[in-house]
T-cell receptor, first 113, second 111 residues
Framework: DQQVKQNSPSLSVQEGRISILNCDYT??????FLWYKKYPAEGPTFLIS?????DKNEDGRFTVFLNKSAKHLSLHIVPSQPGDSAVYFC????????????FGDGTTLTVKP | ETGVTQSPTHLIKTRGQQVTLRCSSQ?????VSWYQQALGQGPQFIFQ???????GRGNFPPRFSGLQFPNYSSELNVNALELDDSALYLC??????????FGPGTRLLVL
């Protein structure tokens, strides 16, 4: 049973528009959520995180929203840039140990110039 | 400051063999986690080491074992390799906070 799901394997958006990546989880014990970006031949790179005590966290062009009642989070990228093209992983953990995270299968984002 | 490094980058083994993968943590990081990423899937947590002691384990059999050394470098050992062990193996180090930093991974192919 997959506890973290990213139901869209791929997403394509135009440069300058908004990218919205979604993630659902089933384990209500998760209280810390992270997004990672992964380029080919590199390890995942931390992008942004959110604790369950918040419903929104912003960092520049990246915003993560958390809806605990729906067990759903989303990553918004505004405006999208071609360099954002990568695989995005959603991960969940029991705070504060992000090192034992449960990952989704990723969404491949393509930003077209 | 050097990042997390892993060796080797690629490896080919045959079924039944044993393999050791290595990870050098980022300076000052006392926690290391290992993940297995099969093709088309997300990373799956194997285990974590904190100050040379195992600190949690995912749903992996005992033939997956690890070590963390006093300098906080780490090894992942897999015995009796199976075809399904073919994957990208990632290590991630952490200074004990809620951030972890991944290495580039070792791609293992079991024939």
């Amino acid at each position: 049973d997959q506890q973290v799901k990213q139901n869209s394997p791929s997403l394509s958006v135009q440069e300058g528009r908004i990218s919205i990546l979604n993630c659902d989880y089933t384990n209500s014990m998760f209280d810390y959520f992270l997004w990672y970006k992964k380029y080919p031949a590199e390890g995942p790179t931390f992008l942004i995180s959110i604790s369950s005590i918040k419903d929104k966290n912003e960092d520049g062009r990246f915003t993560v929203f958390l809806n605990k009642s729906a067990k759903h989070l989303s990553l918004h990228i505004v405006p999208s840039q071609p360099g954002d093209s990568a695989v995005y992983f959603c991960a969940a953990s029991l705070h504060p140990n992000a090192g034992k995270s449960t990952f989704g299968d990723g969404t491949t984002l393509t930003v077209k110039p | 400051e050097t990042g997390v490094t892993q060796s080797p980058t690629h490896l080919i083994k045959t079924r039944g063999q044993q393999v050791t993968l290595r990870c050098s943590s980022q300076s000052g990081h006392n926690t290391v986690s290992w993940y297995q990423q099969a093709l088309g899937q997300g990373p799956q947590f194997i285990f974590q080491y904190y100050r040379e002691e195992e600190n949690g384990r995912g749903n992996f059999p005992p033939r997956f074992s690890g070590l963390q050394f006093p300098n906080y470098s780490s090894e992942l050992n897999v015995n009796a390799l199976e075809l399904d062990d073919s994957a990208l193996y990632l290590c991630a180090s952490s200074p004990g906070t809620n951030r972890q930093y991944f290495g580039p991974g070792t791609r293992l192919l079991v024939l």
